[in-house]
């Protein structure tokens, strides 16, 4: 427990730097370009999210999973994964820029047709150099070097948001480009250093380096693919709220997405750099994976459960300080998001039972039905209920997708979520519930409702505290 609450602690606070840096850029662009300027910023990241994810392959993600388990064997098999998978990280990188630079006119010509040029060369240079970067800090964290990845991750955060800063006064245009290339050109640069010592001392032939690197990638593959359709969801529901409103409420939703990532960012990031590679590598013995699942899920959710009861509450204040005032309509769809993520928060650990027994078909179709389902709820809500119908859409899909991990991870290893787990859930979904209710009903805005809020909020971290008793079977002292 203390191990897993140490590497917690350790990318946690990366996090903390990250989210907090983040929020800053967003809050003075937001105030120098308004929600169309922070829409276009929305189009830029998440066609950077695409990009990485097309052209990375998933090999960063599946590297971890090799590099933790070849540990053991540091002058043969091991030594020949850590050098295929930062060279062949270096390969898609470059991949990645020759075919940008080929999809130039595509771009220019539909998603991009006001922005200057040079903001296209930045978005290419910035997915190649996310690209790379992935693949090292997948070496890093196959290593359980946290430390070095948090410090990359911090560092290029600060740098990041120096220069945007810096532009902003005098060049607001070339500070929002500043805000999505800046930051991966300075964690590309960082991780260089951190891997460079950690290169093989011996040479391995192109056989050697493909028989080590071949795992990795079509493993990867699957991984990539379901990354992809994910991104290319999320660039049809900004063209969905483009078309259907306006670009104002693409504005709105990048808004309410990035607070409820930022958090969630914040939970997984934190969790997923010790979580995963410790279920990786008890992969074959499925009654310990399953009490592992079991017991992260209670740890998810007792530290996510406050977070959310608490943004769920005050998210007009966190729209206003994050962005400006003018974003106030994004307040509903959060506060639906949040209520959604309760679901996603407990979903989240058994996918990853998925991805450690290499399930790469069900994990697939788990990601499939969550896009398909968000899609098309989005196409049908959207027109009767604005953007409080994509806040629904997300939260129906969730629970379709949980039902889905579920069906899998019992099939393949016979995993169930324990009944107490399941009071857990309804808990959280309740106390989420309620926060959500305080929050729209009277008083919600005064100080009638600021003391419903101490009240509630003191309930729910003392029923979670309750049920985190030793000698209860909530307890995550079980892990």
Known sequence: MRRILQASAIMGLSSVVTVGLSALRYKLLALE????????????????????????????????????????????????????????SWLLGLLAAVAG????????????????ALFLVGLVVAIAASVVSAGQVGLLNG???????????????????????????????????????????????LTTGYTY????????????????FRPMLFFGLAFSVSLLMSNLVQILLRILVNRKLDLENVGYFQAAWTIASVYLGFVITSMAAEYYPRISAIAHDALEVNRQV????????????????LLVFLSPVIVAAMYAPEFGRATELLRWQLLGDIVKVASWP???LLLAREAKRAFFLSELIWNVSFLLLALVLIGPLGLKGLGLAYGCAYMLYFAAVLLFSAHLTGFKIDRHVWGFIFSALALS????????????????GWKILIVGLSVAIGVILLIQRKDTPFSTKRL
């Open 350 to 352: 058994v996918g990853f």
């Open 33 to 88: 370009l308004g929600p169309e300027g922070i829409g276009l910023l929305g189009l830029f990241v998440t066609t950077l999210a695409l990009g990485v994810t097309l052209f990375g392959m998933g090999v960063g993600s599946s590297g971890i999973r090799q590099v933790a388990a070849s540990q053991s064997d540091d002058d043969g098999f091991g030594a020949a994964t850590r050098a295929a998978l930062l060279r062949g």
């Open 197 to 212: 010592q950690l290169r093989a001392k011996r040479t391995f032939t192109w056989a050697e380096l493909w028989s080590a």
């Open 143 to 189: 290593l359980g070097r946290l430390p070095e990845i948090a410090k990359a991750n911090s560092i290029g955060a600060v740098i990041g948001t120096a220069l945007t800063l810096g532009l902003l006064p005098a060049a607001p245009q070339w500070a929002l480009a500043a805000a999505f290339v800046a930051t991966p050109l300075a964690v590309l640069a």
């Open 294 to 309: 079991n017991a992260q899920v209670r740890l998810m959710l007792f530290i996510a459960t406050p977070i959310i009861f």
């Open 433 to 448: 519930l309620w926060a959500r209710s305080l929050s729209t009903g009277r008083g919600a805005d005064n100080l009638w």
């Open 101 to 116: 630079l080929l999809l130039f006119p595509v771009l220019r010509a539909s998603l991009f047709t006001d922005a200057p």
